[in-house]
């Protein structure tokens, strides 16, 4: 049975100690609940792939209390202080050259010469960091490839009884997972859309990002299918086809809306909920035309995801 544990001194004291013993502990953040485990731990780290059913090839990103402590596990460059001081914690993630003494587990990097990592701000999950002192490795707590969870429900749909506790803090407030930067080449480059639109990001950096081609797996959610319900899903509909459901956004008829008045931040929060709600009946899945720019970029990122072959 997995344990359901409560935002408070307890819960958080429960959760870093199930952790220091090297267990799996389900953690909210502010963008989607993560599956934790101590990132210097070999064996605790391979639990996340075996529960998850994650490939190894995909790394996982590190989540650190603060800048300081992300400077012992990287080599640092003033483009990271730069993008650190304006968006951590947040929904933000950097790709950074691994130091060799890292002391962390090989499996979080996926043998990779760098390191994905976050310093978050959901309070909770900082408590936790800080209670735990030390480096919690922290994908999407659900099943691979499958919806990512935004409440402990979800988790617990995916996960029940493969984890040893969830920390129950309700519902994330972003509801897409961080925005990753990959900072170990000449120029910044855009790994994956999120939570932080990459106008903003461009703008604290006074460059325009660089766009990955995605052919080879360079950081955490870049696999062509992800994200994916059970069921088909059919994006850019007009309307609901025979036996579909209708995810919708703007004023319209639809089963789901993700914002009824056109607010992408809404939206974004509401995606993996709606989905998880929506797969649930069973029934194909058809979304209406989600605006391209800001955090519709990462919206549509997920849904084109979802929507891949399998």
Known sequence: MTETLSPTAD????????????ALVALPTETVYGLGADARNGAAVAGIYAA????????????????ATAKHYVDWSDQADRLAQAFWPGALTLVL?????????????????????????HPAMREVLQTLGGPVAAPSA?????????????????????VAAVLDDGACTVGLESTIIGLTGPCPT????????????EAALGQELKIVDGAEIIAPGQL???YAPGAAVRLNAAAAETG?????????????????SGDLTEAAANLFDHLHRLDATGRPIAVVPIPDH?????????????????
Do not use: W, Y
């Not at 099943?143 to 009884?161: Q, R």
């Not at 459901?245 to 089963?255: A, E, I, P, S, Y």
């Open 294 to 310: 800001g955090l519709g970029r990462a919206i549509n990122d997920r849904l084109a995801r979802a929507a891949a072959p399998r």
């Open 52 to 67: 998850k059913g994650r490939p190894s090839f995909n790394p996982l990103i590190v989540h650190l209390p603060d800048v």
């Open 97 to 121: 050259p691994l130091k060799p003494d890292s002391g962390l587990s090989s499996l979080v990097t996926a043998g990779l010469p760098s390191l994905a990592l976050r310093v978050p701000a």
């Open 11 to 22: 819960g958080i004291a429960r959760a870093a100690a199930l952790l220091q013993e090297g």
């Open 142 to 162: 659900n099943l691979s490839g499958k919806i990512s969870p935004t409440t402990a429900a979800h988790v617990l749909a995916g996960l029940e009884g493969k």
């Open 190 to 201: 855009l790994l994956r859309a999120g939570g932080l639109p990459s106008e903003v990001i």
């Open 244 to 260: 579909e459901v209708l995810l919708g956004f703007g004023q319209m008829r639809c089963d789901l809306n993700l914002s009824p």
């Open 224 to 226: 062509a299918s992800h």
